[in-house]
Structures are given as C-alpha cells and as structure tokens.
C-alpha cells in the first residue's frame, strides 16, 4: 500500500509500535513526538493519514488538527486518545478528523480504519499518483489484494474500461471472468 502516515504522539513506545506495525503494513511513516514537531511534516511531506494524539505537550492535539488543515487539507487525520473525552472528540470531528480512537486500541482495528479511510482518497490523488496506485495494485495478485484488506470492488469501480481491462489480465485465472468477484459477508 503506497500510503504515507505521520503519526504524532508523545509516547516513544506508542511511535515505536505504530510505527512498526504501519510500516510492515507497507505505510511509509513519518514520527513526530510533539504538535511542533509535526506541523513542518505535515506542510513539507503532506502525508496521506496522520495518527494524532489529542493530549500533546505544549500545542494540543485539537490545535494540531486545525494548523494541518490549513497546509496539508488533504491529509485524512484520526485523532487518538487514552481519554474519553466527548467535547474534545466532537470538536475535531468538526474539524474534519477522520475517526477518534479510543487508546487502548487494537492495531489491526486501526489498520482497517486507515485502509476504509483509503478508499476515500483514490478519487482526490492527483493523476500520476492515481496511475501509480492502479499500476502498484496490478502487480499484485488477487490474494494478495484480499490479504490487504482492499476493498477491491470499490476499488474496480473507480478504474477506466481500460485499467479494468488490464487488471483483468493481470489478476484473474486464464478462464476469467468480468472483474473482482464480490466476497460473501459473514453474518452477523
């Protein structure tokens, strides 16, 4: 997955394991342990996500998410906390935060909320970026498109007659069939 993501918090275990778990993931990470400290990161490299920690050191978390949305708007942000603050919460959502997760939070489960958040950022890439996620997800195998958790109908949806076409043969068996079959859901 050709995404990037800052993730700002002032704990070093928390970078420490975020960072390993989003970079296996495939995340190109950016580490910052204060609001100061990433706000050049969000202005310079203008990552895809951030991961951001309400309860920072001197600037907030709040007014962290408010200065990267003036020079990085593109950046889908979820904003993260070992408090259950509500106000807070309700505060950056109106500042146009992503998500609000509640630490302790599974590392998968924020995973697949960064993978449901990039679904949302495939039709706003600029076009050679577009191009070289399309080119990037073609390399891969059908499998290995699953085991990343890609949406993968979404994602067939969004392409040219020509790009599916090309996926197509890159991807299905010999027999083939007409683009990515629907997964059936588990019931609930």
């Known amino acids: 997955m050709p995404y990037s993501v800052l993730i700002v918090d ?11 778990a989003l970079g296996d993931e495939g995340f190109e990470v950016f580490l910052a342990m204060s609001g100061e400290e990433a ?7 203008k990552p ?4 951001l920690d309400v309860v920072l050191p001197a600037m907030n978390g709040i007014e962290v998410l408010r200065q990267a949305k003036v020079s990085s708007p593109a ?3 979820l904003m993260m906390s070992a408090y259950h603050l509500v106000d807070r919460a309700v505060e950056a959502m109106k500042l ?5 997760l509640i630490k302790p939070f599974h590392v998968a489960d924020m995973v ?43 994602f067939y949806a969004r392409l040219t007659p020509n790009q599916q076409k090309t996926f197509d043969q890159r991807t299905l068996p010999p027999t083939g069939g007409a683009g ?4 059936p859901q588990p019931q609930r």
């Open 96 to 100: 146009g935060a992503y998500d609000y």
């Open 180 to 183: 990515p079959q629907p997964q």
């Open 39 to 45: 706000l050049p990161i969000f202005a310079d490299e």
């Open 48 to 51: 895809d996500f951030a991961l």
């Open 75 to 77: 950046t889908i942000i």
């Open 112 to 154: 697949n909320t960064l993978r449901r958040a990039a679904e949302m950022l495939l039709p706003q890439l600029p076009t050679p970026r577009r191009i070289a996620l399309v080119d990037a997800a073609m390399s891969l195998d059908l499998a290995d498109f699953r085991k990343q958790g890609v949406a993968i109908n979404t």
């Open 10 to 20: 002032d704990e070093a275990l928390t970078l420490r394991t975020l960072g390993r």
